[in-house]
């Protein structure tokens, strides 16, 4: 908890080194939270997940400038807390957002619905800045540039777990972000030669390299231990250390020696939407090995959407195909 609630302190303070014009404090801010909910065998214990423990346990000095009710908000049932949350917000002053992209969507096109309104700015006029997290942003990116078309708003992000708050994009031009040293977490990682190996030798951090996938191991001060994350990243900076999650080790394809993970497919999504005026919607991809003379290699498939002007909120939906 410490290292999460010092996280977001963290966050809001780049935020407005920035951006000494932020208006968070002056308006309301909306946080996508997770769920919480009694376990149905033993209605003493409680299920979270981190955001929604956080919510539930923040200092009375933020939650005036919070919505929804914390009640609303950790919901366990997502597509009722989508309904509510989009019918109790309309009247309020939003100008932050924050949450993971896919549920952030969703809960925007059904604002969009409910109101009646063409533009998220219609609803609310001083909204400008969204915190997000947990996925590749850049496949989502066009989706969020339709609705937040403001030249003066902020896109910031953060990559945080239930296992702790790791970094931050300190600078809102930049994309990388800053690995926080000093919040409890002891790091170590994993070169992409050790991710399968039977006794993986990890590497401290003063051995990174730029550009390379690395995966994260975490000791931190809650009593993890050496402690595997699933996740990969690549450092774009060594003074200070920066980074970008570059996908999940378990997101990674190599039956053919074509040693392609995560990122690579997100960064080819991303061109062909620029490249088709379309916005990605969702996608999938796996090895295909030799069947009846057929050909191997690596099949995707993907759903694009039709860029559509902005009066439109809810494009049509076309599906292609692609091979290796």
Known sequence: ?????????????????????????????????????????????????????????????????????????????????????????????????????????????????????????????NLETYIHGGVNFEPHRQQFDHYFSS????????????????????????????????????FEFLPKSEWNAERPRAIPLQAVELGQDYAIVITTNSGLWRYTLGDTVQFTCLDPFKIKVSGRTSLYVNAFGEDVIISNTDRAITQTCLEMDAIMSDYTMAPVYFNQGKK????GSWSLKKRLPASNPLPNTLTRTSRK
């Open 151 to 186: 030249k003066k708003f902020y896109y910031q992000e953060i990559y945080n777990a239930s296992e702790g708050y790791f970094s931050i994009q300190n600078d809102l031009q930049d994309s990388s972000m800053l690995l926080m040293l000093d919040s409890g977490t002891y």
């Open 1 to 125: 908890m410490e290292n999460h609630v010092k996280g977001a302190w963290d966050t809001l303070a780049f935020l407005y080194d920035n951006n000494p014009d932020c208006n968070v404090f002056a308006h309301k801010s909306l946080v996508m939270g997770g769920t919480f909910y009694p376990d149905e065998g033993y209605p003493a214990v409680t299920i979270c997940d981190i955001s929604a423990l956080l919510v539930r346990q923040m200092p009375l000095v933020g939650r005036m400038f919070y919505v929804p009710h914390p009640e609303i908000a950790t919901l366990r049932n997502w597509e009722e807390k989508i309904v509510l949350m989009s019918e109790m917000l309309l009247e309020e002053d939003i100008s932050m957002i924050g949450g993971v992209p896919t549920w952030t969507h969703i809960f925007l096109q059904n604002v969009l619905q409910v109101s009646g309104k063409k533009s998220i700015y219609d609803i609310w006029p």
């Open 296 to 299: 191997v290699g690596t099949s």
